[in-house]
Antibody, heavy 122, light 110 residues
């Protein structure tokens, strides 16, 4: 059974940093792209970032480019999101999502975690 | 403002069919066959219903179907059932912009 478990969310002040983690199990982690997708309270979904199976290709939404960094450790079956210079508009539930293929560019997400809540507020 | 445009709401009676549209541009929906659809029940994570415009993952009922014409993709739910009531989101690859979603459509089963 595929499982994705996010952690690392919490309350953080504007301008500060936070690192999210996603522990994956139940599938061959290094065979698939991985993504972060967020959802602000009561709002729709927003793709944040994607990373290919071997970290060779990475993409970011314009809203986070230059502030967020996605990475993965295939030896640990883990995905990460380093979030710097956080803003109030980054407040959201952050989902870790598995891609269907090795490239992140297809942007399909067939399994999702339950999310970790990030609140940016002073 | 979302990159892809969906109607905020749609409805139908049990057994009927309903179609939800998703309009983009030639830089996303119209430029790639990488359109997907997600179902989200309140308080739950989204679930993939359609990918590559019209393909269904295993376990998704064949009552759900997808199509695309030009810059507009569509999700059709046939034989509506009470459990189909949920929010539905479309998504597309958008080249250098990465992935983009629609604003979501709340489907009500009357």
């Amino acid at each position: 059974e595929v499982q994705l478990v996010e952690s690392g969310g919490g309350l953080v002040q504007p301008g500060r940093s936070l690192r999210l983690s996603c522990a994956a199990s139940g599938f061959t982690f290094d065979d698939y792209a991985m993504h972060w997708v967020r959802q602000a309270p009561g709002k729709g979904l927003e793709w944040v970032s994607g990373i290919s199976w071997n970290s060779g290709s990475i993409g970011y939404a314009d809203s986070v480019k230059g502030r967020f960094t996605i990475s993965r450790d295939n030896a640990k079956n883990s995905l990460y999101l380093q979030m710097n210079s956080l803003r109030a508009e980054d407040t959201a539930l952050y989902y870790c999502a598995k891609g269907l293929k090795r490239s992140w560019a297809f942007c399909y997400f067939d399994y999702w975690g339950q999310g970790t809540l990030v609140t940016v507020s002073s | 403002q979302s990159a892809l445009t969906q109607p905020p709401s749609a409805s139908g009676s049990p057994g009927q069919s309903v179609t939800i549209s998703c309009t983009g541009t030639s830089s996303d929906v119209g430029g790639y066959n990488y359109v997907s659809w997600y179902q989200q029940h309140p308080g739950k994570a989204p679930k993939l219903m359609i990918y590559e415009v019209s393909k269904r993952p295993s376990g998704v009922p064949d009552r759900f179907s997808g199509s695309k014409s030009g810059n507009t993709a569509s999700l059709t739910v046939s034989g509506l059932q009470a459990e189909d009531e949920a929010d539905y989101y479309c998504s597309s690859y958008a080249g250098s912009k990465g992935g983009v979603f629609g604003g979501g459509t709340k489907l009500t089963v009357l």
